[in-house]
Structures are given as C-alpha cells and as structure tokens.
C-alpha cells in the first residue's frame, strides 16, 4: 500500500534523507521554509555530489501566501576568457566535457542561497549562517555512508575523464578505488570551506578569501575562470513564467532554464480533454508525450540566454498559442522523433513551513561530478554547465564572455483556486518536464495520491543521465497492453529492465491545503525522505 505522509507543522522533501532532516530540524527550531532550505541545500551538496554541489547552480521558487510567486535565478555566466578562441588555440573543436577546461562558467548556487536569505530576513528569519550550514559542516566533515547510485556512477564515469580531473580521486575515491555503498566518505576540505562561509557570510564566497582562493585554484589548473570572474557575480530576482489551467496556475522559471517546457506541455495536454478516468491510458501517456515534442521544438528555437533570446516566452503561453499547437497534436498518432537531446544531473527539493511558505527548488553540476575539477585545499566540485555552449558563432547558445548557458533545471510551483500550493520538481535533465507533467496530472487531474504520483511507473521520451538513446523508455510496471498501444501508434518503444529506473530521475512534491495539512512524497527512486514536524 502507497502512503502519503502528512503534518501540520512544516514539511521537506529531498532525494537524500539527510537533507530532508535538516530542512525540518531548522522547521523544528522555528526557523522559515527559505531557512530550512539553505540547510538543505548546502547537506545535501555534501551528502549527494555525484548530483550536485556548490560549484554548480541554482534555481529558485518561492511563495508567501497572499503574494506572487518569487524567483531567483542563481546561474553564473561564462568567464571573460572563455571565448571559441580559447579552445581553438589549444586545438580543440568542441568544449571538453570533464576537467579544468569544462569548468567554464561561475558557479551561481552560493549567491542563490544569499538572495533567498533575503526574503528570509523580511520574514523575520533569524537562525543565522552557523545554525543553517552546521548539518552540511558536519556531515562533510564526520563523513556519510556512500550512496549505491553515487557508488555507481563513480564507478562507471572513473574512465569518463573523471579520474584524470584535477582532485577527484584524492576526494571522492576512498583507497584510490570507488566506495562502495555505505562506506563512509569524508571531505574535510569541504568542511572547512562551509565552515568559513558560516563565519564570514555567504558573499565570501565571491567577493572574499574564498573566492581568492577558488579563483586563485581555477587558475592553475588552466580553468579560464577567474577571481574577477567571482566576484563580478550576484544571482538575481527574476519574473517566473506561468500558465494558466482550469483550476489553478502553475509557475517556473524563464530563460536560460527550460521552465518554459513544462508550463507548455501542461497547458496542450490541458486542451486534449483527456477524461479524469483515464488515467494511467494510452490518452494519457500518448497526449503528454506528443504535448512534449511539441514544447521542446519550441524550447530548442528560443531558450538560451535571456538576454539573447529570440522571442518572447510567454507569447507560447498564452490561450491562442496553446490553443493553436493543440490542435496539431494527432490523438492516434505519434509524431515522428527524435530531435537534439540535453543530459543533467540535479537534485530538487522542497519546504513547506508552518505559516504555508512554500519553496521549490533545484541544484545542479549538470553531469555527475559535473567537471570532475575538485579545487585543491577548499574540497568544491566545478559544474560543467558550460559545455552546453557550442564554440559555432551562429549557434542558439553560442559560446560568448559572460553568456549564460541552457539549462535543464526548472523547479515548479501550483497554486490552486481552492488554496493548494504544491512545490513539485525533480532531476533528470531532458527527463524533467516530462516527469513533472505526469506528477501534475496524476494528482491534479486523475485524483491519485501524491505518494501514488510520484510512485507511478514513469516514461521518458529523449535522453538523460546515465542514457544515450532518444527512444520513448518506460519502466517495466507499464501493463503490456499500453506498451503494445503506444508503439502501434508510432512511438520508438523501449522498456527498461527496471521497474524503477534511475533513468526517470528523481521527483517530489509537497501539497499545503487551505486548512494548513501538508501532504508529501518522495521518489522511491532515489536515497530521499519526507520528513515533517
């Protein structure tokens, strides 16, 4: 039997138990969702690194009740030396994707946290830096049982570059071998950097000895980022995309991320009028898959930096734009595929608290281990988010000093006509606004549990981490006749061996209702919780 978990006195959702326990000790300590999350989000970049880490990035939902949505862009641009020239001068026709050279772009997630702090600070948030990072100091220091998919993937990515990368094996190898599960991994160094951020402040990590230090590393090991890099940067507040449904509205984030996909695929799958009983049916699966290719043409013309962008986003969500692409979609027939297709490893979490302050939110170093480049005497992992930058001046994201780079992460949140308010997300790169989408509609439109959305067997059209092949996969729980279905109407078909496959990511939700319940779920997929006080 599927349980959804509930409370009355806050709640946090994370894909590893530990951050979730620290989201609701800070929630237990009076502390608000935003502060419960910064505590999260800086445990669970120890607890979990082949997934994410501070030198990666950041996105940002928040809600206050009575208030629109907030939403913070924490995405650090290329460095002023990162040109095409650079890497043609070493030789190179494309950005390598691990090492000092996919190491690229400026780290945003820090500066995230610091701009949610300032929300924080007109709630009356007060718990301070030392309280918010102590369970992160002291898990990197102390050290945590290593995870089996962080086991895994260390294994399997080792020869992938990872292990040529600059102080990856000294921090995430234990004996010069790949941990196994369970067995304990300390990072010191990492602990001592967290530890000089809570005593210093979060802005220290770019306008500080910190970043110095890191810009001072990046350099040596031929990064093109620079101190001038780090401390030219602050994450910002930025308007969220939204898209209006029968009963609620449903926010992400703009450009450079692909927010706009999952708001897109919600709104075409809105007008098929796909009947609440057919849940879990060949209309469902079908009508979300083709409202998909359908967002991610969109999504693969426009979405790049947002001060680049082609056109305008919300003009694709309006009624008439929705209304017209809806109408191309073929109830019987699948559209012929594939098109290009984006890998990324993230985590996302959630924090619901007891005033119904809500936060949605997601973390990432793009692949696993993301550069690999762990800088030496502070313990941060670099993302490689800059790989997603063609060295081709005409390209969509053409590679450019201080251009932002596509983005897979897009955290989102619903607030419902009847007083709802349900942060949701997950991991999974190309894979997240399609798992997004049938968490929605499982719970908002077919009445399943929240625990039962999220537990569901799960598809994916198109790449993710840890896939190369563009087909339409589906965990082996889908009923033969479905699978039978889907491919007699032209969809590639590829059942995974798992019926719970990593390959979906790893998704949560959390849903506050008007009278202050709060219901949670956490993916089975993954090491997370719901924890609750």
């Not at 000092?100 to 009356?124: D, F, I, M, N």
């Not at 009028?273 to 967002?295: I, N, P």
């Not at 027939?333 to 890998?343: H, K, N």
Request: hydrophobic share 45%; glycine share 12%; with cysteine.
């Amino acid at each position: 039997m599927i349980h959804t978990l509930r409370a009355y006195g806050g709640m946090a959702v994370a894909p590893h138990h530990l951050a979730a326990q620290a989201a609701r000790d800070v929630l237990r300590d009076g502390g608000n969702a935003v502060e419960a999350m910064v505590a999260a989000a800086s445990t669970i970049a120890v607890v979990y690194p082949h997934m994410n880490a501070i030198g990666g990035d950041g996105f940002w939902l928040i809600h206050e009740p009575g208030q629109a949505p907030v939403a913070i862009e924490a995405c650090g641009p290329a460095a002023q030396a990162a040109t095409p020239g650079f890497y043609r001068d070493q030789g190179l026709g494309a950005i390598p994707a691990r090492g000092p050279l996919a190491a690229l772009t400026v780290a945003g997630t820090v500066g995230g946290w610091a701009r949610a702090l300032e929300v924080s600070s007109r709630w009356g948030g007060a718990l301070g830096l030392p309280r918010l990072l102590a369970p992160a100091i002291g898990h990197a220091r102390e050290g945590v049982a290593v995870t089996a998919s962080q086991a895994g993937l260390t294994r399997a990515k080792l020869g992938d570059g990872l292990g040529d990368a600059p102080g990856f094996a000294a921090t995430f190898l234990v004996d010069g071998e790949p941990p196994k599960p369970g067995q304990r991994l300390r990072q010191p160094a990492l602990a001592d950097t967290l530890q000089h951020l809570a005593t210093r402040g979060l802005d220290d990590f770019y306008r500080g000895e910190i970043g110095a230090r890191m810009g001072a590393a990046l350099q040596r090991v031929g990064s093109p980022v620079t101190a001038a890099d780090l401390a030219a940067y602050r994450a910002r507040f930025v308007e969220p995309l939204a898209v209006r449904l029968g009963d609620s509205t449903v926010y992400n984030l703009p450009p450079p991320t692909q927010g706009l996909s999952t708001l897109m695929i919600l709104g075409l799958f809105e007008r098929l009028g796909v009947a609440a009983d057919q849940g879990e049916s060949f209309a469902h699966v079908h009508g979300l898959v083709e409202a998909t290719k359908r967002a991610f043409r969109v999504r693969d013309r426009l979405v790049t930096d947002p001060d680049r962008l082609p056109g305008d986003p919300r003009a694709h969500l309006t009624p008439a734009a929705l209304d017209a692409l809806a109408a191309d979609i073929d109830p019987q027939r699948a559209l012929p595929w594939p098109e290009p297709s984006r890998p990324g490893d993230t985590i996302w979490m959630g924090v619901v608290d007891r005033e119904g302050r809500a936060v949605s939110f997601i973390q990432s170093v793009y692949w696993e281990f993301g550069s690999g480049t762990v800088l030496d005497g502070l313990g941060v992992c670099w993302q490689n988010r800059g790989t997603s930058f063609s060295l081709e001046p005409a390209a969509l994201n053409a590679l450019e000093p201080g251009r932002k780079p596509f983005h897979t992460l897009n955290p989102s949140l619903a607030l419902f006509d009847d007083g709802r308010v349900m942060p949701f997300g997950t991991m999974g790169g190309e894979g997240q606004p399609q798992t997004q989408a049938a968490l929605f509609t499982r719970y908002a439109r077919f009445g399943q549990g929240l625990q039962q959305a999220v537990s569901a067997p799960r598809w994916l059209l198109g790449r993710t981490w840890g896939a190369s092949s563009t087909s339409l996969k589906l965990e082996s729980r889908f009923d033969a006749g479905l699978v039978r279905a889907l491919a007699d109407a032209g969809h590639v078909v590829e059942v995974l061996g798992d019926a719970f496959s990593d390959t979906m990511g790893h998704a949560g939700a959390l849903v506050r209702h008007a009278d202050g319940l709060i219901e949670g779920a956490a993916d089975p997929r993954s090491d997370g919780a719901v924890a609750a006080v």
